[in-house]
């Protein structure tokens, strides 16, 4: 037999014997693994019980092993035939010489339990944010957009990111941070509104033989689907996703969301889109679709600069695709605001410069988010819902907001209603 002899076993005559010690080790780590059903958590308890990898000596004297287990090495562990009394061998499995470990039904659950952690971590169904877009979102030269969390003023925040571009300030490729839940929503608007028009389900993933039932459904479920998506939870809309997205191209003028057909009519028709393809990558999957197959959903978007952040701003007459951008400092300076002009008109202070001393701040900075009481109803509207203009944020609020409702909606881009 070549290669290390695996914790468990020792070697005698060229065959592996059981080694009762670390056999209960084995035991243990497969065990140890059900019950924390992770194998980072299994990694921790494992080294909190100064459990280690198998020590080794070579003919040469060098000693090895004994460290803390790596979560690599306890996956290889977790897989290993060799603890079920088999052999693998260029992609076949035989039944070995030596004793097993592991009992069948021990062994079977753990497997079960491994495959179920790949899918969840794939859909992201135990993540409490997932990231919608990751494996599939690409710039416009053909570099990935992974996923990235970062933290400010105790709130986190998520983006997507290029790290070609990170990596060289002149390297290809325009786009370099994108706001995550904003990209999210901008796509999932689209799919909403395309789910909607039976007309473009039908046009997209209709044949010319289609019975008028089969029709019917196309754009019922299509329907059904667009409001059911928008309910559902985030792991929900991954799978979706995983299954019908095959790429989402990203440029500083626009967005291409690029779906499968036969995948996507599969999921209408209630049929399986692809067997497997949970489990297989979007290069492998690729290969099973040809390019008549795909269907290309265009947006025309900007990204903006907008103080500190990138916003991605959607061209004027696209309102069914806008997404809405709630940012919680404008809203809470609106709502100070009000709660400011409250206390004036009842009586309950007298003056701004009171309102300041008693907040600790200052009167000219009272005296301006004070304003945002006085904004037009539209634009309070507009901002409660995210849908205000990429430029105005609490800063430009800050130097000030003209009194009259007309002059409101000059400065900050608003249209007259």
Known sequence: MGGV?????????????????????????????????????????????????????SRTGNKSGGTPYSRGALYKILQ??????EVAHRGETYLG?????????????????????????RTGARAIQPSLLAGALFDDRGNRLTPSRCSKGGKRYRYYFSQTTLRSATGPGGVRRVPAAELESLVMRRLYTFLESGRAVLDAVGASDDSAAIRKTLTA??????????????????????????????????????????????????????????????????????????????????????????????APGVADERPTRRDESLIKAVARGYAWYERLVSGEVDSLRAIAKELRLSERYVSRIFRCALLAPDIVEAILEGRQPAHLTVEKLRLGAPLLWTEQRKSFRFKSP
Do not use: M
Not at 80 to 85: A, K, V
Not at 287 to 302: M, N, Y
């Open 5 to 57: 002899v695996p914790l468990g076993y020792d070697l005698a005559n060229r065959k592996l014997v059981v080694n009762a010690g670390e056999a209960d080790t084995v035991r243990e780590i497969f065990e140890q693994y059900l019950e924390l059903g992770c194998v980072r958590k299994l990694q921790l308890t494992l080294k909190a019980k100064g459990i280690t990898s198998k020590c080794r000596e």
């Open 80 to 85: 290993n035939r060799l603890y079920r009394g």
């Open 97 to 121: 010489e030596h004793p097993a470990v592991v009992t069948t039904a021990l062994w079977e659950r753990v497997q079960a339990q491994l495959r179920e952690n790949t899918v969840a971590k």
């Open 221 to 314: 479920v299509g329907r059904a689907l667009a409001v059911d998506l928008a309910k559902a939870p985030a792991s929900t809309l991954r799978g979706f996703l995983l299954t019908t997205v095959a790429r989402i191209t990203l440029a500083e003028q626009w967005l291409n969301v690029t779906l499968w057909r036969r995948s996507l009519r599969a999921v209408l028709l209630g049929a399986s889109p692809t067997q497997g393809a949970g489990n297989r990558s979007r290069e492998a999957r690729a290969h099973e679709h040809d390019e008549e197959d795909l269907l290309h959903l265009r947006i025309e978007a900007t990204l903006q600069r907008s103080g500190s952040e990138i916003r991605l701003v959607v």
